[in-house]
């Protein structure tokens, strides 16, 4: 059976949130994507108008975000990375982010488990390389 066989539709309420998981032993790591949250939204040395077409909101953003920091928290760079279990990994998106976990959870092989608080697709595999970077076996 492929990844469209275990892909479920179903309402997820968001208060399971980062906290609420670490609580009960998850490892978890949160991001925010450029523009967002504490992240910085302009380059360094580079304003509005001197850096026209800095990407904001662009799906691109959110999906090189959750594979980047996927990659990161399961490298060596990651402190915590001896006591994760690699078999065991899931992601989670709202908004923009759930379009994120959409392609990144389903062309990952490394992802095991996807949460989408708004609306998970079944995505074409093909389509894969188009949208994020697969990682080699």
Do not use: M
């Not at 380059?43 to 799906?59: D, E, K, L, M, W």
């Not at 594979?67 to 899931?90: C, E, I, M, Q, Y």
């Amino acid at each position: 059976s492929g990844v469209q066989d275990q892909v479920v539709r179903r309402t997820v309420q968001p208060g399971e949130t980062a906290q609420g998981l670490a609580q009960y032993g998850y490892q978890v790591l949160t991001y925010d994507v450029q523009g967002q949250g504490d992240s910085d939204l302009l380059p360094a040395n580079c304003s509005p108008a001197s850096c026209t077409g800095v990407p904001y909101q662009q799906p691109y953003n959110f999906y090189q975000g959750a594979a980047d920091s996927l990659s990161w928290f399961l490298s060596a760079k990651n402190p915590g990375r001896t006591s994760l279990d690699p078999a065991h990994v899931g992601i989670a998106g709202h908004s923009l982010g759930a379009a994120a976990v959409t392609w990144v959870g389903q062309c990952d092989t490394r992802v095991k488990e996807i949460v989408a608080w708004d609306d998970l697709n079944v995505i074409d595999p093909k389509q894969c390389t188009a949208h994020v970077p697969v990682p080699q076996a």
